[in-house]
């Protein structure tokens, strides 16, 4: 079962298109992400598929019913994690969980009891009482997934939950979403973190432009567009100039591929091969420290995209 259907959707502001023509399908229990850079479209995306934003064209289903007639309906069985944290900072931990649920007519008691399942979710129980000015930045973005429950929802949408964390409190966010993906919740994430989509994302598609430029699993994307494995030697242009002209000339492996930037030279390996031993061992003979990784869904990224800074 499909909980959302998108097709050519579009999205204008005035001259400026957000979206040209994004289509995509999103299964039942599936965690499925949205990357790309900023002002790609992404959130753009999102407001339209919380119908908080009609597509200006294009056809949307969510729950198979048409957002542009069902909205409302369609919102009582979302949950929305938003990009800014937006949780009341006159209320206590607890007090933000039950005044959102009368947001969807949950009766007090019943909304009290889910407030006390949810913060135990999120291991926020021993802060129910305090205001959330005493909260750190994870425990913030926990009440606010806790929050986003609060309804039962059966498609959470998450943008950029875990923005601006350390990676302990990251990484418990992580477990959190993993547990609800074993509860059958089907979840939207946009997210700026490679290793975040590589985790928990079953699919996934880039955007850039307002358009949809691929899509797949982290594997099959990091097989199709990175390879296999990824060297990195860095500052050779400042350092070691006669080396890089020497290598920039070396042949490379069959199906390799190699990409000199100004912050380094990079040999992508083919899909399923690591590096032969003896191109190796050439790059060894030039004396320079060299870094040998897997790649990665950021290769993947920044060679569909560029590595161009985008404000």
């Known amino acids: ?3 959302i259907i998108a097709n050519n959707l579009k999205k204008n502001f005035a001259s400026l298109q957000a979206v040209a023509g994004i289509s995509l399908e999103v299964g039942q229990g599936e965690c499925y992400g949205l990357l790309g850079p900023n002002g790609a479209g992404k959130t753009t995306t999102l407001s339209m598929i919380r119908c908080i934003s009609p597509p200006s064209a294009g056809q949307l289903k969510v ?3 048409d957002a542009a007639r069902f909205g409302r309906t369609i919102r009582h069985r979302l949950g929305v994690v938003p990009q800014e944290d937006n949780l009341d900072p006159d209320l206590s931990v607890r007090d933000n969980l039950i005044v959102y649920a009368s947001y ?15 913060l135990k979710f999120v291991t926020l129980e021993k802060k129910a009482s305090v205001k959330i000015n005493e909260l750190s930045g994870g425990m913030r973005s926990r009440l606010l997934i806790a929050r986003a429950l609060i309804n039962n929802p059966e498609l959470l949408i998450l943008d950029e939950p875990t923005t601006g964390l350390d990676p302990q409190a990251r990484h418990h966010i992580w477990q959190r979403l993993r547990a609800l993906k074993t509860q059958g919740i089907t979840m939207l994430l946009c997210t700026h973190y490679m290793d975040e989509a590589q985790n928990l994302c079953d699919r996934l598609s880039i955007i850039d432009h307002g358009r949809i430029i691929t899509s797949g699993s ?9 390879g296999h494995e990824v060297i990195e030697l860095f500052e050779l242009k400042e350092t070691n100039p006669e080396v890089l002209e020497r290598l920039l000339k070396m042949n490379i492996p069959d199906g390799a591929r190699r990409e000199h930037h100004q ?10 091969t690591s590096f032969p031993p003896a191109f ?6 030039e004396g320079i420290p060299l870094t040998i990784r897997k790649a990665s869904l950021e290769d993947v990224f920044l060679n569909l995209t560029g590595r161009e800074l985008r404000e």
């Not at 912050?263 to 399923?272: A, I, V």
């Not at 190796?280 to 003979?285: A, P």
């Open 263 to 272: 912050d380094g030279l990079f040999y992508f390996s083919p899909p399923g």
């Open 104 to 118: 969807f007519g949950i009766a007090k008691t019943q909304a009290q009891q889910r407030a006390t399942d949810l």
């Open 63 to 65: 729950f198979g019913m």
């Open 1 to 3: 079962m499909s909980i």
């Open 280 to 285: 190796l061992d050439k790059l060894h003979r």
């Open 218 to 226: 982290p594997r099959e994307l990091i097989e199709r567009y990175a």
